[in-house]
């Protein structure tokens, strides 16, 4: 039997922001059955955490497909478990595979605050020519980054009402590897976007801190600012704050609310 946990992530609300399943763990668990408790899940993610002591931890991340090498809302789902059970720390840190050292923070008012590495957003001119057909609006600009193509559209409206396609967009992600995310500056928030990653388990997803790495640096020098409020306006949606921290590093933190405890028979 082991203890698990489901939080709600870039929200105060329930049933809102982004779903992660949390388990913490003395050792790890073998990768077919880590990866089975995911797809059991069926969450966006869930977040494996192993104890090193009170103020360190490694931290791995699976959707029900696959292993994936960054997850921004269950990184803040498992801080929050974290800071709640296991310990009395204000600040910890997650060691993460080929990505260094995350530092996390949580807020007098529960809000948690987390250091990642900036995952820089490039213009481009030549893309594939399906990239066009992802969404039903226009597209004025086209970015890069490791983890997607970003589709600049021509109004928040646009990026809500957008319908993807997501026979096109899962065709993009096999033939290059990457997912595809649509953005536009908004009025209530600095800007608002959405992220699909159908070839990982994930036609749509939530809310999704990684992106954000990325969607957030752009919209700083679009924009002129360092401190961002950004909304993903997906079906449940989620609120992020963003502040560019340097060059290098970005601090995007949120809240979230815990809805189950479950013990899991193994």
């Not at 997650?94 to 995350?102: C, D, R, S």
């Not at 949580?106 to 990239?131: C, H, T, W």
Request: aromatic residues 10%; negative net charge.
């Amino acid at each position: 039997m082991m203890k698990m946990y489901q939080v709600d992530a870039f929200t105060q609300v329930l049933f809102k922001g982004n779903s992660a399943a949390v388990l913490v763990l003395d050792e790890w668990l073998g990768d077919e059955l880590m990866q089975n408790i995911a797809l059991e899940n069926n969450l966006a993610e869930t977040a494996f955490v192993k104890i090193i002591d009170a103020e360190n931890y490694e931290i791995r991340w699976f959707t029900p497909k696959l292993e994936v090498d960054f997850c921004g809302h269950a990184t803040l789902a498992a801080a929050f478990v974290l800071f709640q059970d296991y310990t009395q720390a204000q600040q910890i840190q997650f060691h993460v595979k080929n990505l260094g050292i995350f530092t996390i923070q949580q807020a007098v008012d529960g809000k948690i605050q987390m250091n990642f590495p900036i995952r820089r957003a490039s213009p481009v001119v030549e893309y594939p020519e399906l990239l066009n057909e992802v969404i039903d609006k226009p597209i004025k600009a086209v970015y890069l980054n490791q983890q997607a193509y970003i589709l600049v559209c021509e109004s928040e409206q646009d990026v809500i009402s957008a319908r993807p396609n997501f026979a096109h967009i899962q065709a993009i992600a096999e033939a290059y590897g990457i997912s595809t995310a649509i953005t536009a500056a908004a009025t209530e928030y600095d800007y608002v976007a959405r992220y699909f990653a159908p070839h990982k388990g994930i036609p749509e997803d939530p809310v999704t801190g990684s992106m954000h790495t990325g969607l957030a640096p752009l919209w700083a020098e679009q924009l002129g600012k360092t401190k961002l409020l950004a909304y993903q306006a997906s079906a449940r949606g989620g609120e992020l704050f963003c502040e560019i921290k340097s060059k290098d590093r970005i601090e995007i933190s949120g809240y979230a609310k815990l809805y189950m405890q479950a013990d899991i028979q193994l």
